[in-house]
């Protein structure tokens, strides 16, 4: 099997699958099994962590030599690299987020279109809005930004 890495972390049996999101990036993720993976993805759980993207699949790669994690070998291995990088940055700026906004959860919409029109105070806020909901937003001229998982993750 190529593109699959199995390990034992506390005595518990876990596959590392590469993974490759609609877009093309590629990022890795553990699982407890194959099961787990095909779960986890058709309910969204998986994400591409540089674009959110949750459409993945398994990843075709050539098998890894040798365990060390610290030794990327190849492409996939600096693109990982680079992803874990980004998911740090997300992070960061979640916490950033939490700490500076009030959390509307699906109110978000209609809570932005308030403060856009005087209704509401005046303050940063965030929480879920669809697809639809996002371009009525933008084309109301209501300022609001996208974070990719934002829909899949409370932040609290
Ligand atoms: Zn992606």
Redesign the pocket.
Known sequence: MTGINAARTAGEAMILFDLK?????V?EAWFRDGATFEMQKLTGEIA??????TKVSKAPMAPRIGKSRNEPQGIGGEETKLAGELAKELERLFRHIEENADYVGDQFPEEARRIHQGEAERRDIYGEASESETRALIEEGVEIHRIPWIRRRRLS
């Open positions: 999101c609609h877009t093309g990036h990022f591409c962590p540089i674009c959110g993207e």
